[in-house]
């Protein structure tokens, strides 16, 4: 079994900065890629940032730039640094984590953590 666990959401007013991190625990070996998510009310959940294990990122489009994913292998977490926020970063984000346990790979959801950026 395997449990993502995402801290670090909250209220912020639009300009402001927010961390996000994500733990992953339970019974794998390693981790590949993790990756934030974020889905707003009445629309699909997105890809917002990942990252390899070797460190390679990607971002969406609307947050280059202004946010930075980053991971600590030997805490098994990832880290989200939100800057200049927006309105329209508002949404539940969600952590991702692609395990590895025994010879095949578990894909792992945390609960989500709401950011909120008021104008």
């Known amino acids: 079994q395997v449990q993502v666990v995402e801290i670090g959401g909250g209220l912020v007013q639009a300009g402001g900065s927010l961390r996000l991190s994500c733990t992953a625990s339970?019974?794998?070996?390693?981790?590949?890629?993790m990756g934030w998510y974020r889905q707003a009310p009445g629309k699909q959940r997105e890809l917002v940032a990942g990252?390899?294990?070797?460190?390679?990122?990607n971002y969406a489009d609307s947050v280059k730039g202004r946010f930075t994913i980053s991971r600590d292998n030997a805490k098994n977490t990832v880290y989200l640094q939100m800057n200049g926020l927006k309105p329209e970063d508002t949404a539940v984000y969600y952590c991702?984590?692609?395990?590895?346990?025994?010879?095949?790979?578990?894909?792992?959801w945390g609960q989500g953590t709401q950011v909120t950026v008021s104008s």
């Open positions: 990252i390899t294990n070797g460190g390679s990122t």
């Open positions: 991702n984590a692609d395990c590895r346990v025994g010879f095949t790979t578990m894909n792992s």
């Open positions: 339970g019974s794998f070996s390693s981790i590949n890629a």
